[in-house]
């Protein structure tokens, strides 16, 4: 199964370093594979320089897919994970 | 854009560290130095990996260093140093550095710009290990310089 979902980068300093590593570290949770969307790029949400290369600052949008068995779940926790982090920046 | 930031003196090779917190005084060195930073951002960029934990090595062998910009940053700034002998950070995942950056950001959006491009630089194969072998600064200034020119 295949799932995805927009979000918008709410914080100052966008996804850098520090939330980029605490996604990843929940990312590698799950068993889907998952990946961020940002514009034409798309990489694996399991390297903290992947997403970092993405250069998604305030304001951005950017999608979140996840698949395998566990796909919905780790949409939603993932999602609820990053809003949770940019509220505490 | 790093290269705008990151120049010869910027960049230090073979360098002789301990531990990570002389990692962090090293590459912190080299932008004090240059006047880019005050001597209190060298501390913040140490007290930020004693509170956050080691998530500032952010691939196999790569430490990306810095605090945040009211700790003490003059200007944008980026350093690079490569270590002569590889450095635990405790990070179980990516350990044992062997290059190490440090930057200061007085501007958010231009950082992720710059960091954006670092990281597309340090995704290429083997780029940390073939800069952690080269010679001279200028060696590593023309590497990072040829793999942006591939973009």
Redesign the interface.
């Known amino acids: 199964m295949t799932v995805e979902k927009n979000v918008e980068i709410t914080n100052?300093?966008?996804?850098?370093?520090?939330p980029a590593?605490?996604f990843v570290q929940k990312v590698g949770t799950f068993k889907s594979d998952v990946t961020i969307i940002y514009g034409e790029k798309e990489v694996n949400a399991k390297?903290?320089?992947?997403v970092?290369?993405?250069?998604?600052?305030?304001g951005n949008e950017i999608i979140i897919k996840c698949k395998g068995e566990d796909a919905e779940t780790a949409l939603e926790e993932l999602v609820n994970f990053l809003h949770e982090q940019m509220a505490e920046e | 854009m790093i290269l705008d930031l990151l120049q010869k003196k910027n960049i230090a090779v073979n360098v002789e560290a301990a531990d990570w917190k002389e990692v962090v005084a090293e590459t912190g060195k080299l932008l004090l130095e240059a006047g880019q930073i005050e001597k209190r951002y060298i501390e913040a960029m140490k007290q930020s990996i004693i509170d956050n934990g080691p998530y500032v090595v952010i691939g196999k062998g790569i430490a990306l260093l810095h605090a945040r910009p009211e700790d003490g940053v003059k200007e944008n700034c980026l350093s690079l140093i490569t270590l002569a002998e590889p450095v635990e950070f405790g990070n179980k995942n990516n350990d044992p550095v062997k290059i190490a950056f440090a930057f200061g950001t007085v501007d958010n959006e231009k950082h992720v710009k710059t960091i954006s491009e670092l990281s597309v630089v340090l995704m290429e194969e083997s780029a940390v290990d073939n800069i952690a072998e080269m010679g001279s600064a200028g060696e590593i200034l023309s590497y990072i310089e040829d793999i942006l020119a591939q973009q």
């Open positions: 100052e300093t966008g996804l850098h370093a520090r590593s605490k390297s903290i320089m992947g970092l290369s993405l250069g998604v600052s305030q």
